[in-house]
């Protein structure tokens, strides 16, 4: 049975630095992983799709990376800003679409 | 622009009460997912509907779930003789995808449902 992890569950950083967050899953066999971000009170963003044949996707500030043999994944977000605080969820992808979510990363960002 | 819509955005019963949670996807989009988010259970899959195939209702947890998909388009989460547990919010998604995940899911807002 698949079981997605994110390490840590809340992470706080002055504005300007660099963001790691971190996301593992235990069956290697997925179709594609996906990030999001969550603001309080409302739905999910999604911030990248990576396919299992990439190694890494970059959205302006944003880049992850997949390594499906190790079974995780990686969010970079670059030079942090407090727009940045948000809960970051990551998620592993079926062949079918349906997601399979972590518990997610909450993250402040302090001026 | 248009997103995925949910209605209502909150709602508040009885238990035992009825509810219907409303979503009208992104226009085009055919594939629909139903996700719920509890406090203790994280983000859950419920239901997938693509096209005008059967939907995999595997993720519902008990036969007073139910959902239906009208003309392809909007989709309506039932929920009868609502219990406590039932409280989350539920969370509709849609997609460009034709079954093979290749496409990001894109999320309303949700209903933030409130059982009594």
């Known amino acids: 049975k698949q079981e997605v992890t994110q390490i840590p569950a809340a992470l706080s950083v002055p504005e300007g630095e660099n963001l790691v967050l971190n996301c593992s899953f235990t069956?290697?066999?997925?179709?594609?992983l996906q990030w999001f971000r969550q603001d309080p009170g409302k739905g999910l963003t999604s911030l990248l799709l990576?396919?299992?044949?990439?190694r890494e996707q970059t959205s302006g500030r944003l880049n992850a990376s997949l390594d499906k043999s190790s079974g995780r994944s990686t969010l970079y977000i670059a030079a942090s800003q407090p727009g940045d605080s948000a809960t970051y969820l990551c998620?592993?992808?079926?062949?079918?679409?349906?997601?399979?979510f972590g518990a997610g990363t909450q993250v402040v960002v302090t001026p | 622009g248009a997103g995925v819509s949910q209605s209502p955005s909150n709602k508040v019963t009885e238990k035992g009460k009825d509810v219907e949670l409303r979503c009208d996807p992104i226009?085009?989009?055919?594939?629909l997912y139903w996700y719920r988010q509890s406090l203790g259970q994280g983000l859950e899959f419920l239901i997938y509907?693509?096209?005008?195939?059967?939907?995999?209702k595997s993720g519902l947890p008990s036969d007073r779930f139910s959902a239906e998909r009208t003309g392809g388009s909007v989709s309506t989460l039932t929920i009868q003789r609502t219990q406590q547990e039932d409280s989350a919010v539920y969370l509709c998604?849609?997609?460009?995808?034709?079954?093979?995940?290749?496409?990001?899911?894109?999320f309303g807002d949700g209903t933030r449902l409130s059982i009594l």
């Open positions: 998604a849609s997609s460009t995808g034709t079954g093979t995940g290749n496409q990001p899911q894109h």
């Open positions: 069956d290697s066999a997925i179709y594609n």
């Open positions: 990576i396919q299992s044949s990439q």
């Open positions: 998620a592993v992808v079926d062949s079918w679409g349906k997601l399979q």
């Open positions: 226009s085009g989009h055919t594939a």
């Open positions: 509907f693509q096209g005008n195939s059967a939907p995999d």
